[in-house]
Structure formats: structure tokens, C-alpha cells
């Protein structure tokens, strides 16, 4: 079992900043595939980004490409999304997820193959 924590959200204003935590106790997270979802108000869950631990290639949105980094810091069992150039349009509720069984296929962007999640952290953008 993997337990996921996310911390970090909250309310900007359009342009600004604000840095997801997910912090994953229960396993070592080094070598699983993790990915970061985002659900707005009304709308079905979505892919913002995700890690492939094999090559350490990052992959994104393009709605986030440019604007969001996703990192990971091994050492502290942690994923990381940094949000830049915050608009309204990124209000939602952020939620981590972990893979378990893609390693040699590489990130997933439909939320159905992550096996854990978070409870989430709201992140509110506004104009």
C-alpha cells in the first residue's frame, strides 16, 4: 500500500505561483511512475503531469507546458509541482497518483491504470 498526502494549494491571483507537495509514505517511490491529475468544478479528472523513473522523462499537459515543472526528490519520498503563470482556468483540485505498473511503458495519461491517490489540494486562480 501507498499513502499519498498532497499539501500546497490555495488562492493566487492569475500570474502567481504555487507549489504542490506529495508526500508518499508505505513504499519507496523511486522506482514507481507518478503523475499529477487535476478535476475542476463540474468537469472529469484530467492529466497535468507525470515522471518516469526509468529515463527521468517529465511529460505535460499542454495546457501546463511552459508554466508547470513536476520533480520528484527520492530521498524524501516527495513529488513536486511547481505552478508558474498561475491562470483562472488552472483552478482545481490537484490530486497525485502513483502507477505501479508502467515502468517499461512509460506515463499514462488516463487516470484509470493509477492504482493510489491522494485526497487532493485545492488550488484557486483568481482574476
Known amino acids: 500500500q501507498v499513502q499519498l498526502v498532497e499539501s500546497g494549494g490555495g488562492l493566487v491571483q492569475a500570474g502567481g505561483s504555487l507549489r504542490l507537495s506529495c508526500a508518499a509514505s508505505?513504499?519507496?517511490?523511486?522506482?514507481?511512475?507518478m503523475a499529477w491529475f487535476r478535476q475542476a468544478p463540474g468537469k472529469e479528472r484530467t492529466f497535468v503531469a507525470g515522471?518516469?523513473?526509468?529515463?527521468?522523462?517529465?511529460y505535460y499537459a499542454d495546457s501546463v507546458k511552459g508554466r508547470f515543472t513536476i520533480s520528484k526528490n527520492n530521498a524524501e519520498n516527495t513529488m513536486y509541482l511547481q505552478m508558474n503563470g498561475l491562470k483562472p482556468e488552472d483552478t482545481a483540485l490537484y490530486y497525485c497518483?502513483?502507477?505501479?505498473?508502467?515502468?517499461?511503458?512509460?506515463?499514462?495519461?488516463?487516470?484509470?491504470?493509477?492504482?493510489?491517490w491522494g485526497q487532493g489540494t485545492q488550488a484557486t486562480v483568481s482574476s
Open positions: 497518483a502513483v502507477d505501479e505498473n508502467s515502468y517499461f511503458s512509460g506515463v499514462q495519461y488516463t487516470d484509470r491504470v493509477y492504482e493510489y
Open positions: 515522471i518516469w523513473p526509468k529515463t527521468g522523462s517529465e
Open positions: 508505505g513504499r519507496d517511490i523511486s522506482s514507481k511512475i
